[in-house]
């Protein structure tokens, strides 16, 4: 079964600042792989990134990055210099391969303060 | 291009009453995804379909809940008779499976959701 774990429930930060959400993930398949999705007060489910187990290198995009450590079982999210339009939830999520079923975290409140 | 569609996007009805969700998948997608959002169990997969096929369907809470693919582009879950605890948002999800035997192809990419609430 996988098992995604977004302990943060909610983070509070001022314009400008770095945000780090956190990920961890419990699969038992070798390969899998893993999605950050944004939803902003509007509603919708946005798609952030996908990330391949058998491909551990970071990714930067803009004021995002990620950093997936495969010997921690860790897919965190940064956010560098904060905005006001990154307040939003977000939600991690795995996926293995018998199936296609996304098993998504609780995700995490991001509210950023002008 | 134009993303997955759902309608209605807001929906208020009375318990009892048949509700009818609607999904237009991405063009070109073969795989579609049905997801409830609630405040108590987060984001949970009811249903998914294959090249219309459902593939599982062990998500779905009980046998009011239905779902149909009847081609490609078009999919509804429906809900009868509706109960106030189906309040919840409702997402449609689309993704290309497998194509050229690539597995790196299906992410899922959600529609703007149904707000759905049962008095």
């Known amino acids: 079964a996988q098992k995604v774990t977004q302990a943060q429930t909610e983070i509070s930060v001022v314009e400008k600042e770095d945000v780090t959400l956190d990920c961890v993930y419990e699969?038992?398949?070798?390969?899998?792989?893993l999605f950050w999705y944004k939803q902003p007060p509007s509603g919708e489910l946005v798609f952030l990134i996908r990330?391949?187990?058998?491909?551990?290198q970071n990714e930067i995009s803009g004021r995002y990055s990620w950093n997936f450590q495969k010997s921690t079982s860790s897919f965190n999210f940064t956010i560098t210099a904060s905005q006001v339009v990154d307040s939003a939830v977000y939600f991690c999520a795995l996926r293995g391969t018998s199936d296609y079923k996304l098993s998504f975290g609780a995700g995490t409140t991001v509210t950023v303060r002008a | 291009d134009a993303g997955v569609i759902q309608s209605p996007r807001h929906e208020v009805t009375e318990m009892g009453q048949e509700v009818t969700l609607r999904c237009k998948p991405i063009s070109g997608h073969n795989s579609l995804f049905w997801y409830r959002q609630t405040m108590m169990r987060g984001l949970e997969l009811l249903i998914y379909f294959n090249n219309n096929v459902p593939i599982d369907d062990s998500g779905m809470p009980e046998d009011r809940f239905s779902a149909k693919m009847p081609n490609a582009s078009f999919s509804t879950l429906k809900i009868q008779p509706s109960e106030p605890r189906d309040s919840a948002v409702y997402f449609c999800?689309?993704?290309?499976?497998?194509?050229?035997?690539?597995?790196?192809?299906?992410?899922?990419?959600f529609g703007p959701g149904t707000r759905l609430t049962v008095l």
């Open positions: 699969t038992r398949d070798t390969t899998y792989y």
């Open positions: 999800a689309s993704s290309l499976i497998w194509a050229s035997g690539r597995a790196d192809t299906d992410t899922q990419y």
């Open positions: 990330r391949n187990s058998f491909d551990e």
